[in-house]
């Protein structure tokens, strides 16, 4: 079984490496994976460059479809508000978070927009509390501290 966790991790050291916040998202469908992205605000001066972001733009362009109905995405960390609406907006059925976001968390750590039942799209959500995701988070904020 592919572990696509682990490939959104390794999305998360290539941000970590450019000296971006080591985030890495990943979209599957039918098992087999459509797109994959990591921040890059910082490299391209861009607020929005968010890997969640990046990921679905990939995917759509993929699938030819802003739609992404029967997807699935896998994010090392819970989405922001920004990427929590468009994970929303985009229709992705079912997200995979790897650990909570206690200070832009929108998926259950600061607010819930996900869980909003007003909205015309739902998303399951399953969290995977992997401590190598939080690792890499824990790791890149002590070395910028450090300098």
């Known amino acids: 079984m592919i572990d696509f966790m682990e490939i959104a991790r390794k999305q998360a050291v290539l941000a970590m490496e ?3 916040i080591p985030v890495g998202a990943v979209i599957v469908k ?6 994959k992205a990591h921040n890059l605000k910082e490299t391209l001066n861009d607020t929005t460059a968010h890997a969640e972001i990046l990921a679905i733009r990939k995917a759509s ?3 030819g ?9 896998y994010v090392t960390l819970e989405p922001c508000p920004m990427c929590a609406s468009a ?5 992705i059925s079912k997200l995979y978070i790897g650990t909570f ?4 968390g929108a998926c259950g750590s600061t607010i819930n927009i996900l869980d909003n039942r007003r909205l015309n799209s ?3 959500v399953e969290w995977t509390y992997d ?3 939080s690792d890499l988070l824990v790791e890149f904020f002590d070395k910028r501290r450090k300098q």
């Open 18 to 20: 450019k000296g971006e």
């Open 30 to 35: 039918g098992g087999e994976v459509i797109a």
């Open 61 to 63: 362009k993929f699938l």
């Open 65 to 73: 479809d802003w739609r992404l109905n029967g997807t699935e995405m």
């Open 87 to 91: 994970i929303v907006q985009s229709r």
């Open 101 to 104: 976001n206690k200070d832009m």
């Open 122 to 124: 739902f998303v399951n």
């Open 131 to 133: 401590d190598k995701c």
